[in-house]
């Protein structure tokens, strides 16, 4: 993986997060990601937000939350940082939740709505960013 694609990766390695492979930015900003099956496949493309769920269509994954699967049919994509905090879609600002602990959620940050949840969360950023900076000092 180079530089950009381990930067734009999402922090959590492990499906449906890592089908993702950062494609481009387009003329608005906005990161554009192909997504891939386990086996090869490619399974499409579009922003985080589109290329989560693509993913998850292909492999599901848990509730961030509660670690429950979650049915193709009810994925909810839940802001970290909720938007009307101006949280973005960024890839790295986002996680699969059950609709339950999404709608739960909200608009809270996640360290008001789930301690165990945010420090789980600044693990996985941390070793992303650790796996980042030392890609950059070789
Ligand atoms: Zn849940």
Redesign the pocket.
């Given at each position: 993986m180079d530089r950009l694609q381990l930067l734009f990766a999402h922090p959590l390695d492990e499906p449906p997060y890592n089908l993702l492979r950062y494609k481009r930015t387009d003329a608005q900003g906005v990161h554009l990601y192909d997504v891939y099956a386990l086996d090869g496949r490619h399974l499409g493309e579009g922003g985080a937000l589109k290329a989560i769920q693509l993913a998850h269509r292909e492999h599901p994954g848990k509730?961030?939350?509660?670690?429950?699967g979650?049915p193709i049919s009810s994925v909810h994509r839940d802001h970290v940082k909720p938007r009307a905090s101006k949280g973005g879609n960024d890839l790295h600002n986002i996680v699969i939740?059950?609709p339950?602990?999404n709608c739960a959620k909200s608009n809270m940050p996640i360290a008001a709505f789930d301690a165990h949840g945010a420090t789980k969360y600044l693990d996985v950023l941390h070793d992303h960013l650790s796996r980042v900076a030392r890609a950059h000092q070789r």
């Open positions: 509730c961030w939350y509660c670690d429950t979650i939740a059950c339950k602990h």
